[in-house]
């Protein structure tokens, strides 16, 4: 199905409030969220991705971690890390994330439901919730999951610091292949390197 400029921006406008709600549960995940979304505009550009694929690419990309409204605050805001049992359920905000997008019932929603829901699967195939691998896992998926990775290492939180731009490169290039699609990271690479997300060099 086509995602259409209309449908997309009446997708948009009725779960703008979503993000909203999202920001005033966990502020620094609403703010990475935004910063997912334009560098994963900026991959999804440069590969000449189709205005279909980029109105899905974007709705997605803002709302990937909305299932995080659905885990637990004592896992969701907890000041360290997560040990196995609490990183079982953080992993289901993917799924959370799906049902609430799907849940709208909004043409378009599924679509981006999808999107949402596969954007931790790894290209190995060990990712989860599903185990997909290679072009088997959504392309918006893979750019998402990309921009994510690089994000959430360039930016400080409560238990680590943010990392400088060659060290995120440096564990990006060693998770390509296995986590990310080598192909999709070619692009990003040559992306970051003027994108004002780009972390800090020093």
Known sequence: ????????????????????????????TRLHSERVQGLSAQIG?????????????????????????????HILLKPSQLDDAEWEIMKQHSEIGEKIMGA???????????VIRHHHEHYNGLGYPDKLSGENIPVCSRIISIADSY?????????????????????????????HDP????????VIESSKFKAAKI
Do not use: W
Request: hydrophobic share 40%.
């Open 1 to 28: 199905m086509e995602m259409e400029d209309s449908i997309f921006n009446s997708l948009l406008k009725c779960t703008k409030a979503l993000p909203v709600a999202l920001g005033y549960r966990d502020l620094l």
């Open 45 to 73: 550009e440069y590969f000449g991705m189709s205005n279909n694929e980029m109105n899905v690419l974007n709705i997605a990309a803002l709302f990937h971690d909305i299932g995080k409204i659905g885990i637990p605050d």
């Open 104 to 114: 709208t019932e909004l043409e378009g929603s599924q679509q981006v439901a999808l």
């Open 151 to 179: 994000d959430a290492m360039a930016v400080s939180r409560p238990y680590r610091r943010a990392r400088m731009h060659l060290e995120i490169m440096t564990e990006l290039h060693e998770e390509t292949g296995s986590k």
């Open 183 to 190: 192909e999709l990271m070619r692009g990003f690479c040559e």
